[in-house]
Structure formats: structure tokens, C-alpha cells
């Protein structure tokens, strides 16, 4: 029988069997264990990413570089430097980002 032990233990997570594997399951198990830790750790990384770079703000608010510019100027959006990059909070953009929509439900 050929069936993934991962499978079997993401349907049934808490299911109690015995089972008989050998050296080659075992190790397949171990790097699927590893891979699927991998992959949970990079998803995880992106959505608790503390900082954006100019680009990606630029691309999240769908603003030119030159009102960016303008926001770091008059202060509305502060970058911070990181390694010698400038860098935007990511909290700071997404406080900027909800207090717009805020702003445009009041004007209703």
C-alpha cells in the first residue's frame, strides 16, 4: 500500500493506530514534516512582515513615488531606516490605509 502518512494524519489527526514503516518512510515523512514547516514559516513570514519597502507601499495604497514622497514630507506616512533602506511600518500603512477608508464612510 502506498499512502502518504501525512495524509493519513492531516484527514484523521487524532486517530491511534500502529503502524509498521520502514527507514524509507520514515525519512519521507520526516522531509515532508519538514517541508510542510517550511512552507507554514514563509506563509506566516509574509503576513506578519513588519516592514515594506517604497514599492510595495507605492503598490499597496496604488500611489505614484512622488506622493509617497509628498507623505514623507509633510510626515503623514514616516519611513524608518533598516540596514541603511528606507523601510515603512507596515502597521503605520495599514493605519493610514483604514483611516482613509474611515474617513470616505463618514463622508456618507
Known amino acids: ?3 502518504n502518512l501525512v ?3 492531516k484527514v484523521n489527526p487524532d486517530l ?3 503502524l509498521e514503516v520502514d527507514s524509507r518512510d520514515m525519512m519521507r515523512f520526516g522531509l515532508d514534516m519538514m517541508e510542510a514547516g517550511r512552507i507554514d514559516a514563509e506563509k506566516k513570514a509574509k503576513t506578519v512582515e513588519g516592514f ?3 514599492e510595495q507601499v507605492q503598490e499597496l495604497v496604488q500611489v505614484s ?3 509617497l514622497r509628498r507623505w514623507r514630507v ?3 506616512l514616516s519611513p524608518v531606516w533598516v540596514a ?3 523601510r515603512y ?3 503605520d500603512v495599514l493605519a493610514l490605509v483604514t483611516e482613509d477608508t474611515n474617513a470616505a464612510d463618514t463622508d456618507k
Do not use: A, H, V, Y
Open 1 to 3: 500500500m502506498n499512502t
Open 89 to 91: 511600518r507596515k502597521q
Open 16 to 18: 491511534k493506530i500502529k
Open 84 to 86: 541603511g533602506l528606507r
Open 65 to 67: 513615488p512622488s506622493t
Open 74 to 76: 509633510s510626515k503623514i
Open 52 to 54: 515594506m519597502t517604497p
Open 7 to 9: 495524509d493519513i494524519l
